[in-house]
């Protein structure tokens, strides 16, 4: 594994994911036919959250928080190192267990309803996640992210159904509308904030960061389908995201049942028939 590369993911990645918030919610603004904030605005809100008096419903709440964030840039310079991808996701998974029990601590009901959301999150993408790296081992014949960026060729052309699934899952990843069911991407969506509904002060700012942390992990998982061509890579992570906006806003919130039935339906005939040709094929 490559140390430089974690270190500089554990810098960078705050500063990059949380521009890439700004510039978020300023498409998201035009979309809508407002201005909208500026570009940084994401900075100066978890800057006020870091100033402020801290204030907790319960002490556990502190250290699950603390630990989902650490287990998130921990998942995330794993991957950007060249480490082990399967270690990259159980690593993400124990993060956002950790939420859940972060919002369980709390006593609120709708913190409750967050939490069990959440966990309906991890059961609709998960197994999409683990069959994507399935589907990376079996077209590179390695776990190793840095084999697996490091192959000549194209994995688009040879993982389509996995691509389109990841694709699919990034959604309620992102915490985007139609599957944005534990806690919405935008706070002007929500009166009640789901699982981060009793967080405030310098815990919720820490979910923010912890939210940058994984939407550049994202990114870089999908930058694998096209790293035979870091041009072409920055291109497609750039119109994938924009393509994520669009949806955002051109959706409404669908019911928790109908989210979890669509994902498995979607995602995992996409998968299986992709791993089938790939298995007795050769992807041809």
Do not use: C
Request: charged share 10%.
């Amino acid at each position: 594994m490559n140390v430089l590369y974690a270190i500089a993911f554990l810098v960078l990645a705050p500063l990059l994911g949380g521009l890439i918030a700004g510039i978020d919610r300023k498409l998201t603004a035009r979309m809508q036919g407002r201005v909208g904030p500026p570009v940084l605005q994401p900075f100066y809100d978890v800057g006020k959250l870091l100033e402020k008096e801290h204030a907790i419903v319960a002490i556990s709440q502190n250290f699950f928080v603390l630990a989902y964030l650490v287990f998130i840039a921990f998942s995330g310079a794993i991957f950007f190192a060249g480490g082990d991808l399967l270690l990259v996701v159980f690593a993400l998974t124990l993060a956002h267990v950790l939420l859940v029990l972060g919002a369980f601590a709390a006593t609120s009901p709708y913190s409750f309803i967050g939490a069990e959301r959440e966990l309906i999150q991890l059961m609709a993408y998960e197994p999409m996640v683990v069959l994507a790296a399935a589907g990376f081992y079996i077209a590179t014949g390695s776990f190793s992210v840095s084999e697996i960026a490091a192959f000549p060729r194209p994995l688009i052309v040879l993982l389509p159904g996995i691509f389109v699934g990841l694709f699919y899952v990034l959604t309620m990843k992102l915490r985007k509308s139609p599957f944005d069911i534990a806690t919405s991407h935008h706070a002007h969506q929500e009166i009640v904030k789901g699982v981060t509904t009793e967080f405030s002060g310098s815990t919720l700012g820490m979910v923010e960061v912890a939210h940058w942390y994984e939407t550049v992990f994202l990114l870089g998982l999908f930058w694998l389908f096209f790293a035979w061509s870091p041009v072409i890579a920055v291109i497609a992570v750039a119109i994938l995201y924009l393509a994520e906006i669009f949806i955002d806003n051109a959706t409404a919130r669908v019911k928790w049942g109908f989210a979890l039935r669509s994902i498995w339906a979607v995602t995992l005939v996409l998968s299986a028939l992709n791993l089938f040709a790939l298995q007795f094929f050769g992807g041809l």
